[in-house]
């Protein structure tokens, strides 16, 4: 019924089609994030008549990404459902439940009033991704934004450079990305050595993913860099970001900068989730965001 097997850099090519017709603004609807993240939850994909299903699993039990390939109108909605019950078929033979995550409000709506009582839904703050408007990170104009143009001013009081991340610089981004992991006081954490995983395949495939890199220098020193791709038709996506912390303005300078040459022309930026870690979420908020791209876990009766 199900053919499940592990991502490659074969499947961009028809995964990126599925996800195109979809057009999802959330940051795990991206075959980078797909490929560089797949060891953390042990995920596998199959390709289902018109869908990209990816499935993951937690103390065992197996958990489906809302999955992609078809657009949300009354004919996809009746794909989506008829996908739900062989997927129920599939997993209940297993003795599991079926549950599906990266559940977006809007999908939420039409499966409950479809559904009813026959599903429990659990909202996942956690996962649920950042996304500002692009002219916002861009320009930091207003009151809102007075901290961030006061940091950058300060960063700027010494010789900076801002330049695109090229094969010249990936040696000394991965090296600088090891020295975070390092000094991380929970480096054997497994979301943390994933992390440092999918960073350098990020690195060393930037064409092959068809990323987006920059670099950020003070005095001829890397103080940061960063790394996204445009998501979906209005939205750019931030993989990777990292600067030092105690460059003052290293951060907002990396941020607004890479907006504005790589997001000009485009409504959004998702900076991705926060995890729950309370030191990030209070980072993302910090950058005043249009909207959190809430996701939910529904689990089938």
């Given amino acids: 019924m199900f053919d499940f097997r592990k991502i490659s850099f074969e499947d961009k090519e028809w995964i990126t089609k599925c996800l195109a017709v ?8 991206c075959f980078a994030n797909n490929m560089a993240w797949q060891r953390l939850n042990d995920t596998v994909i199959t390709h289902h008549g018109d869908f990209y299903i990816s499935c993951s699993f937690e103390d065992g039990q197996p ?9 949300i109108d009354v004919e996809g909605k009746e794909k989506y459902i008829r996908l739900f ?22 999908n939420l709506s039409w499966i409950k009033e479809y559904y009813g009582d026959k599903i429990v839904c659990e909202y996942d703050r956690d996962s649920s991704d950042y996304v500002y408007n692009a002219s916002d990170l861009i320009e930091l104009k207003g009151k809102k934004y007075h901290g961030k143009r006061n940091h950058i001013k300060r960063f700027m009081d010494e010789p900076w450079e801002y330049r695109e991340l ?12 090891a020295e975070f992991y390092n000094k991380n006081d929970n480096a054997d954490d497994p979301s ?9 395949l990020f690195l060393t495939n ?15 020193k890397m103080t940061g860099f960063t790394v996204g791709e445009q998501i979906n038709s209005d939205t750019f996506v931030v993989h990777i970001e990292k600067a ?9 300078m990396l941020c607004s900068q890479f907006a504005s040459h790589n997001a000009k022309g485009l409504s959004f930026i998702n900076r991705e989730e926060d995890l729950g870690i309370e030191g990030l979420r ?12 809430n996701k939910n876990v529904i689990t089938f009766r």
């Fill in 22 to 29: 979809s057009d999802f603004r959330g940051a795990e609807y």
């Fill in 63 to 71: 958990y489906f990404t809302f999955p992609a390939g078809v657009k």
């Fill in 85 to 106: 019950d062989e997927l129920k078929e599939y997993v209940s033979a297993q003795g599991k439940p079926l549950i599906v995550s990266s559940v977006t409000d809007d």
């Fill in 166 to 177: 090229t094969d010249k610089e990936i040696d000394s981004c991965i090296e600088f990305s």
């Fill in 192 to 200: 943390a050595v994933v992390e440092q995983y999918a960073i350098d």
């Fill in 206 to 220: 930037m064409d092959r993913f068809g990323l987006k890199g920059a670099v950020l220098y003070r005095n001829d």
């Fill in 244 to 252: 030092l912390a105690d460059v003052q303005g290293a951060y907002p």
């Fill in 282 to 293: 209070k980072s993302k908020l910090s950058y005043n965001p249009a909207f959190l791209l």
